[in-house]
């Protein structure tokens, strides 16, 4: 029983402190680098002069940052939060930045900065940026006052890409006819045990942005695009503890409450597949599906 489960309370302690935001970055979902490709393919359709200047809002800790970097002269990541910024310049020469950095073969992104700033501040000329996108962060925005100042920043023929994606899901590739009882698993965990512990934004991209509208003639969305990955249950019970959902939760019931939660979904994930694995051992399917609108300013 106890291989079964493993060694659960042992493996919490990375979830305080540095380990918690190790945790963060080891299980935030990677950007496809087809949909970065969707978005300078879409900006290129209409716009031929050099890419010179994008702007990522939102940026957060910067990946959705970095992986413009190949496309434009310069990029601007800019987010409200200090310590995402903070965050974002220590990882210029980060060794584990994402695939499509890989692919590019470059680390040091002489080509990016960053600011302190709010999404509907652009510090830049009228009609000067070729790109403005936001990575799983346009829900928070106050949209009309963000909107007025793209189609100010935006050179004619630039483009506005706004993209997430909703919670991803476990595969089990040794028996797929258990997969509607991971998600119902997976289900009863955010929809039920953490119902009211959620922002209410969080409704606007579980709804995948579909009432969200770029006020663009020239506007389109891509539900095409997703991320899958190799992982395990363990992995699994990680990723649902860095939810904001469950950390909320677990700032009104306490860390022991936390815990617990994690570890029925865990035990109920090791249950329904019936293995004699341990959750480590344990392989699953995670796919990452995302959800990409984009309009252009003519
Ligand atoms: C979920 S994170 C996404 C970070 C990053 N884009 C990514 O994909 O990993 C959302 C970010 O939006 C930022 N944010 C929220 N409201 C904002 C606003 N009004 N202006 C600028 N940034 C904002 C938050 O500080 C946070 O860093």
């Given at each position: 029983?106890?291989?079964?489960?493993?060694?659960?309370?042992?493996?919490?302690?990375?979830?305080?402190?540095?380990?918690?935001?190790?945790?963060?970055?080891?299980?935030?979902?990677?950007?496809?680098?087809?949909?970065?490709?969707?978005?300078?393919?879409?900006?290129?359709?209409?716009?031929?002069?050099?890419?010179?200047?994008?702007?990522?809002?939102?940026?957060?800790?910067?990946?959705?940052?970095?992986?413009?970097?190949?496309?434009?002269?310069?990029?601007?990541?800019?987010?409200?939060?200090?310590?995402?910024?903070?965050?974002?310049?220590?990882?210029?020469?980060?060794?584990?930045?994402?695939?499509?950095?890989?692919?590019?073969?470059?680390?040091?992104?002489?080509?990016?900065?960053?600011?302190?700033?709010?999404?509907?501040?652009?510090?830049?000329?009228?009609?000067?940026?070729?790109?403005?996108?936001?990575s799983q962060a346009a829900h928070?925005?106050?949209?009309?006052?963000?909107?007025?100042?793209?189609?100010?920043?935006?050179?004619?023929?630039?483009?506005?890409?706004l993209y997430g994606h909703k919670?991803?899901?476990?595969?089990?590739?040794?028996?797929?006819?258990?997969?509607?009882?991971?998600?119902?698993?997976?289900?009863?965990?955010?929809?039920?045990?953490?119902?009211?512990?959620?922002?209410?934004?969080?409704?606007?991209v579980?709804?995948?942005y579909?009432?969200?509208?770029?006020?663009?003639?020239?506007?389109?969305?891509?539900?095409?695009?997703?991320?899958?990955?190799?992982?395990?249950?363990?992995?699994?019970?990680?990723?649902?503890?860095?939810?904001?959902?469950?950390?909320?939760?677990?700032?009104?019931?306490?860390?022991?409450?936390?815990?617990?939660?994690?570890?029925?979904?865990?035990?109920?994930?090791?249950?329904?597949?019936?293995?004699?694995?341990?959750?480590?051992?344990?392989?699953?399917?995670?796919?990452?599906?995302f959800f990409?609108?984009?309009?252009?300013?003519?």
């Amino acid at each position: 029983m106890k291989k079964m489960f493993g060694n659960v309370l042992q493996q919490w302690t990375e979830f305080t402190g540095q380990g918690q935001a190790n945790l963060y970055d080891r299980h935030r979902a990677i950007v496809p680098p087809i949909l970065i490709e969707r978005m300078i393919t879409f900006l290129k359709e209409k716009y031929s002069q050099p890419l010179e200047l994008a702007y990522d809002v939102g940026c957060g800790s910067g990946e959705s940052s970095r992986v413009l970097t190949p496309y434009f002269k310069h990029v601007v990541g800019t987010d409200v939060n200090s310590e995402a910024i903070m965050e974002a310049e220590g990882k210029r020469g980060d060794q584990t930045c994402s695939q499509i950095e890989q692919a590019e073969g470059g680390w040091a992104h002489q080509n990016l900065t960053y600011q302190i700033c709010p999404a509907d501040l652009i510090p830049e000329k009228d009609n000067s940026v070729q790109m403005i996108s936001a990575s799983q962060a346009a829900h928070w925005f106050d949209l009309p006052k963000f909107y007025n100042e793209g189609q100010r920043v935006l050179s004619p023929g630039g483009v506005m890409c706004l993209y997430g994606h909703k919670c991803p899901t476990w595969r089990w590739s040794e028996d797929p006819s258990l997969n509607g009882e991971l998600d119902q698993a997976l289900t009863q965990l955010y929809a039920t045990d953490l119902k009211g512990y959620w922002a209410a934004e969080r409704d606007i991209v579980d709804n995948s942005y579909k009432n969200v509208t770029i006020p663009y003639t020239d506007f389109t969305r891509d539900d095409s695009c997703y991320h899958e990955m190799e992982t395990n249950v363990s992995d699994l019970a990680k990723y649902c503890w860095i939810w904001t959902g469950h950390q909320n939760y677990v700032k009104q019931h306490g860390v022991r409450k936390g815990k617990k939660l994690i570890r029925k979904l865990q035990e109920r994930v090791m249950s329904v597949l019936n293995v004699t694995t341990s959750p480590e051992e344990t392989i699953l399917t995670k796919r990452t599906s995302f959800f990409l609108l984009m309009g252009r300013k003519l």
